[in-house]
């Protein structure tokens, strides 16, 4: 099957800023890529060349089979089938639901622009609200309407940034459960920007993490967690401690003993990181353990014990809500068994023995 969305070698700079550098990236037919990064890493940017809100200074971008942008090519964001949905929702305050959805569909006949707006309200159930203003709307209401008005037109691709960030807490996941299941049930290719790591494990296909313009890793939820490619992607998709450690005959260790077997790095001896991430680690009340508690947090179901070694760095670890060793309580840290720790030689993931 042909991508939807393919962006191959793409960059685009603000004056000194260099915004995008080089971005290569692909999205299938129905796929939800989300797109992660700190504050400034360049996610909107990315958005806003898809969607022809601003002109790359390299490369090329397809939708569909079209290249809508490119050494010798453009096409104006509004023939590009892309369709859009921002934080604050950006509704006509002076239309109604309907007219906010039939905004983009004035090149169709009447009957059939009725047609498309009423299956449109039915997906976003929205039917009941059809006359209302987005005044009268609620702010989650609201987002319905913004991505209901994105989809009528039917577009190849939805772009979604930070669509949720302006709901309270307990709105947001209502709010994004629906967001994703229209997406899911209209078979939309979207892409979706957020600064939510879980937001972005939970609800992407396909997750891109961003780091000063470049992306550093673009792969499944899975794979960007457990199998991050460098050391940002590591310290930026949840919490982990990055301890100095050796590999010797095999063995893997650091200052809280061995770690674990690394199979064919028998014959190398080598100096790493280990990536340990808190519900790896286990610990167990004991007088000559290495490690004292610093720190208790309780978060209901799991309580976080952080945990200061030797080194005077500190490794943080789940424990189930019933354990708590209270601060102060010596312990021996420990890594739960069989995982499979991720090792860092300077700012890269390694997975073969370094040559
Ligand atoms: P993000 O969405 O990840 O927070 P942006 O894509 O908005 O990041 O911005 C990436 C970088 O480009 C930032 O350093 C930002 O200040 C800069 N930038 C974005 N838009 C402009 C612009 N129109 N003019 C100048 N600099 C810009």
Redesign the pocket.
Known sequence: MNAILGIEGVSKS??K?A??RELALTAEPGELVTVI????????????LVAGL?RPDAGTIRIEDEEVAGPRSWVQPERRRVGLVFQDHALFPHLDVTRNIAFGLDRLPRAERRARVDEVLAIARLGELAGRYPHELSGGEQQRVALARALAPRPAVVLL?EPFSSLDETLRAQVRADTIAVIRATGTTAML?T?DQTEALSVGDRVVV?HR?RIEQADTPVSVFERPSTRFVASFMGDAAFLPAHVHDALLTCEIGVVSTVPGWGHVDVDVDVVLRPHEVALTASDDGIGVVAAVEYHGAFVLHSVRLPSDRVIQSWQPHSVRHPVGTRVAVSVVPGVTPTLLVGDETVTKPPS
């Open positions: 603000y004056g800023v915004a995008a990064g700190p504050s400034g890493c360049g996610k909107s940017t990315l958005l806003r601003d940034d920007v600064h961003m313009g």
